[in-house]
């Protein structure tokens, strides 16, 4: 069976939670400059939220390069991790409106843990279907990035309840760390 | 006639309704848990039509494995299908956005069935193009999951009126005896 | 240049425009049988446009098949498609939530009108750089169809202001006549 | 790594914008043609907005014509440009309903130049991948579209305060200039 479908409609989904969320970027009434400053928070989380699922594309871009057979069991991991990255749209608005208010940016550090979850277990299975020698085991042999993230969303959560401001700053980190592609699929699939 | 734009299609179709049923998520305005708590009817929806749509990618995906020409029948008895889908964000969201209620319930029933019905007319309208000796008939011979879940759709919609409790749980067994990937199809394949 | 981003593209708009269509189905708060009465004539035109838009998507996808080279021209008279059917879940939400009031029902027929223009305009671009022993030339000869229904749009545009409902059966005589997928392009393609 | 995907996801975003952006278009609950009156600067805004982004989708597609090898940085150039693309509906809006007020008018101008300034990117990282004797470096010598549009756009965001109309007609000016698909990246290919 082949993977076509399956990025043809990770893209979709993907594509369409990435450009809906400007959807609650809600057009003012008023034309002053004044009219734009209530959307600050709105359009800032609605940037780390792009650069979020931009990452997430760009990563499932790259584990799906390893993948020859697509399994019921990535089929349906696959769908588990777009589930969760179909409630950032939500988080981001209820977080932006809210001007970065304690609850909603836990909540959405949540969702980002919970995506993260969802990734790791595309991730097994799509090594457990390789079997050994797994190409995509080798590529995220010492993933530090894959195993700090969840811890550093961990603290921004709990942040969120003392600083809001602080919790933003640790999910933007989360987000720079990631910015650089990971070299480590290309190499091992240069190699392979 | 090649198969490509009708995948490329019906993926865009679904991926888009799977994601514009999370705007029904209406974000609340209130910052505290309980803001949250009126929106577990319009979640736990999105949750089982989230399900149910990638059920139906899933399935339609193997299915049109075993195709290699699309005649305007296909075509048509497709677009049938994704219309029947369309309607679920509606359903899914008056379902929601009333916790249940027993009319909606009802309604969201016989949208499933509905679906069903166009899913198998899709499946007739394929075998049938297929000729003596089709694939797809031998693989979906003693479909018994075929056969049972329009029943316990009828079996859901008229429990919504008693219970729409469940009727939902009802509508939910559906889906998870639906979870398991149709391997048939796979074995089909493989042998042919 | 290939036709596939040409294709992909097509694909995408007419797919996110059959489902966005479906958000004007405003979900109603109650929960009676009645709440569903008001949203006959918006489920009515939905399906009317529904089917428009799949007959444009079926027939595109016919006429993209004798393409081999995109040109300038192609691109653009595209887009110009795209653009008239982009206004179809406009003048449907006008005509349905207004019950086929006069007006929206012959605005509708316009949008109509206009885009089998610029499907034609499409069809003469593609002609034009096929040259001499076009394809598609000698697949669309005698184009009844094509010729008949701008006649009758124009019809259901003036018996708009007459009787809006025989104005709304002329425009389902027109989709009617179309469901047939146009078998000559199929033909001219086999033979040659 | 191949482009493909690039190319599908990219085409996703763009033809969501170019669709969404219709969904501003509020439908009016009056029946009478001056009910469509206030309805024109959300219209034109929209025409000038769809031709853009048709434009932007086009060069994109004849762009990534020359590209072999997708890289990080192009990656990331290419959500850049689409994060910019993304604010078209957002400024369209408020300038359409506002009917072309002089602060919404340049902030609209701001998003092209913001726009036209990370495609600008984007093709500097394809060039540098593409190293000395680049295809894409041949192709856009003495590319004076690409010099005088950030000029124009400079020219129509200083217009806005003085004349938004005229303003609005230099944005025009800048679409008709680019309306001409460009020949250049077609010749070097064929030379090439």
Redesign the interface.
């Known amino acids: 069976?082949g993977k076509g479908?399956l990025?043809?409609?990770s893209?979709?989904?993907?594509?369409?939670?990435?450009?809906?969320m400007?959807?609650?970027?809600k057009?003012?009434?008023d034309?002053?400059?004044a009219a734009?400053g209530p959307l600050w928070g709105v359009f800032l989380s609605y940037?780390l939220s792009?650069v979020y699922l931009?990452i997430y594309?760009?990563n499932h871009?790259?584990m799906l390069?390893t993948v020859r057979h697509v399994t019921?069991a990535i089929?349906?991991a696959n769908?588990h991790l777009?589930?969760w990255l179909?409630?950032v749209?939500?988080v981001t608005?209820?977080m932006g409106?809210?001007h970065f208010?304690?609850?909603?940016t836990a909540?959405y550090g949540v969702v980002l843990l919970l995506a993260a979850m969802s990734y790791w277990i595309l991730q097994r299975c799509i090594i457990r279907a390789q079997g050994p020698g797994s190409l995509l085991q080798r590529a995220v042999q010492g993933d530090w990035k894959g195993n700090v993230s969840p811890l550093l969303y961990v603290v921004g959560i709990g942040l969120s309840f003392v600083s809001p401001l602080a919790a933003g700053l640790v999910y933007a980190l989360v987000a720079v760390i990631w910015?650089?592609?990971d070299?480590r699929i290309?190499r091992v699939l240069h190699e392979g």
């Open positions: 069976m479908r990025e043809a409609f893209d979709g989904v993907i594509a369409i939670l990435i450009t809906i400007v959807l609650e970027l057009v003012p009434h034309t002053t400059l734009l940037v792009f931009g594309w760009n871009h790259h390069h019921g089929l349906w769908l777009l589930f179909s409630l749209p939500f608005a209820w409106e809210n208010a304690a609850l909603p909540v910015l650089v592609p070299r290309e």
